[in-house]
């Protein structure tokens, strides 16, 4: 598939048809009106973000190799989703590998690439947000400071805007979150999040943390058309009530909302033990909806499928891309809105199709 950008905005071509992308931004320029509050922060990000887990990756992604051309692959995602209005990126200090020519870590590669653009634009404004891994030997708040001191040195800044907890730990949420409030008082970053967290887990940090007076800005948690646990578990409807917003990490089911894989053309690597042959045989229903509703309004089926993301409110999606072309496309899922009836169209659809498993720390 190859890719032409013009002054009037993106145009994604292939073979069947021409998608016509608009631009999120003019001049490169991203405004308030193109962005949202996280939580009751006072940060704002675009309404939809990048995910960077696959940059430097070799343990899921990138069929367990990375190399100079994909390396260059993600600095064009990067460019490529500035210029489209996108600003929001999300990384983590466990996201990358370890290649032949040293190492290889996201924080490093998005540091390395936000230095670059700022380099040519000065002006540029991009909201990093980054975790911290609860591993079973970081006890206390002062693990959570040091390992964001660290992110900071990867990522080459003083401070980011949203900082994360990765995961619940199986000890020391106490100490993790009195962490992420002295982050914030210290200047170093800008909001507090969590990842993965159940209602319960959710609700007492955002109570510890208040009595702080600080917000509870994020709750990242698996969430898409066919994923859609958070609104089945309390999470969705808890963010909702206590104004936390909810980051949607995989929203277009790590490529199976796309249309892209089929019975036939199955994904490689990890993915293929949760996206089947006989899983994809029966989404097949709900992406062929996806796709004529996508022709109504000249947009791809991925487009739709972020869009219906966004649709929900309070809710702010981070498809991972790997190179321009995807990039671009992402940004083509802003600046419209389905319809009531579309919307509750998809999820009745989605909920005739058994669920994927999700990711088992969601539990804890």
């Known amino acids: ?16 048809r021409v998608h016509r992308v608009r631009a999120v931004a003019s001049e490169n320029v991203t405004t308030d009106e193109q962005k949202v509050k996280l939580g ?20 899921y992604w990138n069929n367990f190799e990375w190399d100079d051309r994909k390396m260059k692959a993600a600095k064009n995602a990067f460019d490529a989703s500035i210029d489209g209005g996108i600003t929001f990126f999300d990384t983590a200090e466990v996201y990358g590998s370890r290649a032949s020519f040293g190492a290889i870590n996201s924080e490093t590669l998005l540091g390395r690439f936000i230095k670059e653009r700022k380099e040519k ?8 947000a980054t975790k911290f891994a609860a591993l079973p030997w970081r006890l206390g708040r002062q693990s959570v400071l040091s390992a964001l001191k ?15 907890l990765h995961w619940p730990g199986v000890w020391g949420n106490e100490g993790y979150l009195d962490g992420l409030g002295d982050a914030v008082q210290q200047g170093l970053v800008k909001a507090v999040g969590v990842s993965n967290y159940r209602e319960k887990r959710l609700r007492d ?17 698996n969430y898409s058309l066919i994923y859609r646990a958070p609104e089945e578990n309390g999470v969705k409807a808890t963010c909702d009530e206590l104004g936390i917003t909810l980051i949607a990490y995989s929203p277009i089911a790590q490529g199976a909302l796309t249309g892209k894989y089929t019975p036939e053309n199955l994904p490689t690597g ?9 899983f994809l045989t029966k989404l097949q229903p709900l992406l062929n909806r996806i796709k004529e509703i996508g022709e109504k309004y000249s947009k791809t089926p991925t487009q739709v499928a972020l869009n219906w993301l966004i649709a929900q409110d309070n809710v702010v999606p981070i498809p991972g891309a790997k190179n321009a072309e ?10 419209w809105k389905l319809n009531d009836e579309e919307v509750n169209e998809l999820r009745s659809l989605a909920s005739e199709i058994r669920p994927v498993t999700g990711f088992p720390v969601e539990n804890l």
């Open 205 to 221: 940090a955002y109570k510890k943390l208040k009595k702080r007076g600080i917000p509870l800005a994020s709750n990242q948690v």
């Open 150 to 164: 660290d992110s900071l040195s990867r990522l080459g800044l003083s401070s980011v805007e949203l900082y994360q």
């Open 270 to 278: 990890p993915r293929s033990q949760i996206y089947t042959r006989d």
């Open 121 to 128: 634009d000065p002006e540029v404004e991009v909201a990093v």
């Open 40 to 59: 009751a922060s006072e940060l704002k990000v675009t309404k939809l973000g990048i995910g960077a887990w696959s940059w430097g990756d070799t343990s």
């Open 326 to 335: 995807q990039a671009v496309e992402f940004a083509g899922a802003l600046g």
């Open 1 to 16: 598939m190859a890719m032409h950008v013009s002054s009037a905005g993106f145009s994604i071509f292939s073979h069947r």
